[in-house]
């Protein structure tokens, strides 16, 4: 069925897994996930960016994730990522999704408060819940010192009095995470006391973990040796992501492994067998792919299994 997560985030919370939210795009992205979920028996949030919306045709993306409800009867969230202002946000409560993002981070606390506060009177009206960033993402590298370490990853005091002022229903936080494949430039290193001190305050709010792909070298090396140009690339290690899932993490979002499982496999496929045109032919090496990526962490990084 199409839920919320409201009782999904109350079970991981409580334990030390959390729920995998991936981007999707087209039905093959779609499919490679609900596939390996159907599999590990693990609910879902797939979630639909703006750009998603404007490739795909928001109705298009709609029906796609109810066939993907109705094919495995798992527990699935429709859910907004990054919802950029109050209108973005009410038209997808108003298209039935369950869950909402609305992303004014990079607007002042009082006004990221205001945005957000009403964006949750909407949604709660409809049975929606939302979704909320304070903090800006930025690699530590970024943020070279102190100050502005402090500047840009998430206050936990903000945290309080954000949550408290919005009746947000979970809280994505900066603790050093950031959009992509190049998250870091040295040591990979979030600040996970900044993270247990926001937990601490918060009593119990589910908290949201955005950039978190590990950007596994297979897959880059996959991409480079079959014409792709991708050096550098680092993600967030796997043993981190189960660290914040065992605290406040209930949410941990992905969308870059996506990417680079499916193109791998997608350059592979098309470099090793130069003569083929079929789309089916490489579009299902590609879906393959996003499945055994995110069975793997189903299973051995979020351990959301065998919860349905
Ligand atoms: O947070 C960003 C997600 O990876 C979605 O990316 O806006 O290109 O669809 P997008
Ligand atoms: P990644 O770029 O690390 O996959 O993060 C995705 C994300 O946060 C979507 O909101
Ligand atoms: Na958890
Ligand atoms: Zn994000």
Same mark, same amino acid.
């Given at each position: 069925?199409?839920?919320?997560?409201?009782?999904?985030?109350?079970?991981? &919370?409580?334990?030390? &897994?959390?729920?995998?939210?991936?981007?999707?795009?087209n039905m093959e992205i779609i499919q490679g996930i609900v596939d390996a979920a159907k599999e590990e028996r693990s609910p879902l949030i797939l979630q639909v960016s703006a750009g998603a919306r404007k490739y795909a045709n928001p109705v298009y993306l709609k029906k796609l994730v109810e066939a993907a409800i109705e094919d495995s009867g798992l527990p699935i969230v429709l859910h907004l990522d990054h919802g950029e202002s109050f209108e973005v946000c009410k038209q997808c409560v108003d298209d039935g999704f369950t869950s909402v993002m609305i992303d004014a981070s990079h607007h002042p606390l009082a006004e990221n408060i205001a945005i957000t506060k009403k964006v949750v009177e909407y949604a709660h009206a409809h049975g929606v819940v939302v979704e909320a960033e304070l903090g800006r993402l930025a690699g530590i590298e970024d943020a070279v010192n102190v100050s502005?370490?402090?500047?840009?990853?998430?206050?936990?005091?903000?945290?309080?009095e954000f949550v408290e002022k919005t009746g947000v229903d979970s809280l994505a936080i900066a603790i050093g995470t950031s959009h992509g494949a190049y998250k870091f430039s040295g040591e990979p290193k979030l600040d996970f006391d900044r993270l247990k001190e926001i937990d601490h305050k918060l009593k119990g709010t589910p908290l949201v973990l955005h950039g978190a792909s590990t950007v596994s070298a297979e897959f880059v090396d996959l991409c480079n040796q079959h014409g792709g140009t991708i050096p550098g690339a680092q993600g967030v290690p796997e043993e981190m992501i189960r660290k914040a899932a065992s605290m406040g993490v209930c949410k941990v979002n992905i969308d870059t492994d996506l990417r680079l499982a499916m193109t791998a496999a997608i350059r592979r496929e098309l470099y090793e067998n130069p003569s083929n045109f079929d789309p089916r032919k490489y579009l299902g090496p590609g879906r393959e792919?996003?499945?055994?990526?995110?069975?793997?962490?189903?299973?051995?990084?979020?351990?959301?299994?065998?919860?349905?």
């Open positions: 069925p199409l839920v919320t997560s409201k009782d999904l985030f109350e079970k991981a &919370y409580k334990k030390d &897994y959390a729920i995998g939210a991936f981007n999707v795009n502005e370490k402090d500047a840009a990853f998430t206050n936990p005091d903000e945290a309080l792919a996003i499945k055994r990526m995110v069975q793997h962490k189903l299973a051995n990084v979020l351990g959301s299994t065998n919860l349905v």
